[in-house]
């Protein structure tokens, strides 16, 4: 590519919604645009990457005996209705409808499509096992799109399905697909590890992901030197804390005065304790399960919608109140209350006081368990065992000290709560846990036949006797793994793509290009690097070789040579983006050089 033809702009600044070094160098090496919110456009080298990890992400999928194929990414709602995701998806699902006003949906995965699929093509056991992939666009209407192409409303991701006789067979194509997933993400030059993971609404029970280390991951991964134990925290096991010593006498309660003071570092400070003798209470609303939720309803009545418009518009019913407790240190794993609670996620929602107040006698900054009423009270289980805790009083300006279980309060479920983070002993091992942030770029799910069973996909035997098919699936979010190379492998002046996924691997930078002969040499470099195989740049812009250089560090193309000062001689320079030594040599050498390298780590 001639950068002079090609008219690619890099910005001097990100916009400053660009947070996260991903989002900041991708906006500002042009390769991606934003169009909407959590929508964007791949430009020239933008584009080149992406197809790179997608032939990477083929070159696996086909080594490991998966076979490609494309489905649509528009969908009829009566696919999902089958399995009953059409509600419970929620509104991160994209409903449209067509001019017969027939309901579809973006697709955001594909599951019920490929069951249709396979239970009109598949009958017998001869037909099985078999592995169908896609690389395909999806759509989920995030209610929080954010950094970038890290978490946006359309992205581009690799979605796999194995069926299988049984589970044995699962467990053989699970391997697989883990095993292709390691090897791609290997090649994609990432840092990583795999967790056991929540499976979500996609339901299912084994599920393990791919996170790639990074500083502004969104999940929280606690890990185990001891024993190589690892989690996200909101799926880490846990072992509680050993109880207070079993000898303190249980305190009567007693109501004090606390004027202002809401939080638990307040009430740490003002009852001169430390935070472990207290008690966190979180509100939260449960909704009623509805197919209204998240329906495409412009114009239909808002009312009824939470404030923050999280659920899109549409009308809500309450179907109970719940206040959680955990210890005053402590935070609350989100993922292990919804699953308590049995409900799907997007029904439950924060809640203010103010919301719930009236019935439940909750009160802001002064919640406690003992005198609510029509509320679910979810306890976490170390909180059981701990005697003489501080609590709210429900009582504007007031706590009780000398609260217990059992004695001064009970729950209707008592269960784990805690999120798991540095310091806590390892559910395997016992030694302390060490935490970290990631970025989930790819997920494994063992289905079984969740899907064949909802969607009649069956096959006979030998014997003629009729089965669910086994299934299993398996997503790479191939942008997102774009933003998380870039997050592994950038510095203050840009991009530092590894080889193997790099738009380009060599740019030839020209310093002078009015200057005839030095152009003549810098054609003949990239002609001949083309010509071995190398995917070169020509920078034969118009512009100052400080510009170009810039420009070079910025698109973070892995080599880079200069024909500049010593060119009459014969002399250009070599450097690579990772490095900051440069070499001067003849373009003959730094074409080998270049060549071999490239050849080295593609
Ligand atoms: P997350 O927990 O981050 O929302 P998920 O678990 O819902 O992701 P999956 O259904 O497992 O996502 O999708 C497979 C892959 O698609 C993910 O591992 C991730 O790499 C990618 N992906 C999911 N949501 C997004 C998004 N909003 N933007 C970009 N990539 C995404
Ligand atoms: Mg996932």
Redesign the pocket.
Known sequence: MRLSQAHIKTLREAPSEAEIPSHVWLLRAGMIYKMASGIYGYMIMGWRTVRKIEQIVREEMDAAGAFEILMSPLQPADLWRETGRWSVYGPELWRLRDRHAREFCLSP?CEEVVTDIVRSEISSHKQLPLNLYHIQTKY?D?AR?RYG?????E?I?KDAYSFDLNAEGLDESYRKMFDAYTKVFTRCGLDFFTVYADS?A?GGKDSE?FVALCDYG?SDVVYCDACGFAATASQSDFKDAPASPSDEALEDVKEVYTPDVKTIEDVKNFLETTADKTMKALLFVVYKDSEDIGRDTAGADAEGADANGDKGAGVYEVSEYVCAFVRGDRELNMTKLVNALDVSEHLVEFADSSTMSEETGCVGGFTGPTRLRNCKIVVDSELVGLKNLIAGACKEGYHLTGVNYGRDYEADIVTDLKLARAGDPCPVCGAALKASRGI????VFKLGTKYSEAMGATYRDEHMEEHHIVMGCY???V???MAAVVEQYHDDKGIIWPMSVAPYHAIVTLAKPDDEAALKMAEGIYEDLLANGVEAVLDDRDERAGVKFNDADIFGIPIRITVGRKYAEGIVEYKLRRESEMKEMTSADAVALATETVRAEV
Do not use: A, D, K, L
């Open positions: 995965t989920r995030e799109p192409i890290m978490r946006s409303r992205f991701m979500g996609i992901e969104e989930e770029v790819g997920q997503g790479i979010g942008t997102r793994t």
